[in-house]
């Protein structure tokens, strides 16, 4: 069993920092590519930033510059440092880690149950 859990959200003046963190747990194989996705009010699910296990990172545009994914490998955790951050950054942040569960299957998405973020004076 793949668990996934996120934790960081919160209340954030514009302007304001914020790090979220994930970290995948139970009984797994290899753990591949992480990403961080967002949901604001009303909206589809958006890609914000993705790793991949060899390091390759990959931006949504309106984040770049301002957003930094990192992982640590040995821990199986993954991190959004986010700064600067605007009211149209509010959105449920939710983790996703491409897994495979046992030896020589595919791998399968897993997702936390999200963590808000609110960006509001």
């Known amino acids: 069993q793949v668990q996934v859990v996120e934790s960081g959200g919160g209340l954030v003046q514009p302007g304001g920092s914020l790090r979220l963190s994930c970290t995948v747990s139970g009984s797994f194989f290899t753990l591949y590519a992480m990403a961080w996705y967002r949901q604001p009010p009303g909206k589809e699910r958006e890609l914000v930033a993705g790793?991949?296990?060899?390091?390759?990172?990959n931006y949504a545009e309106s984040v770049k510059g301002r957003f930094t994914i990192s992982r640590d490998n040995a821990k199986n955790t993954v991190s959004l440092q986010m700064n600067s951050l605007k009211p149209e950054d509010t959105a449920v942040y939710y983790c996703n880690a491409d897994v495979a569960p046992f030896i020589g299957s595919k791998s399968y998405d897993y997702w936390g149950q999200g963590t808000q973020v609110t960006v509001s004076s």
């Open positions: 790793l991949t296990s060899g390091g390759t990172t």
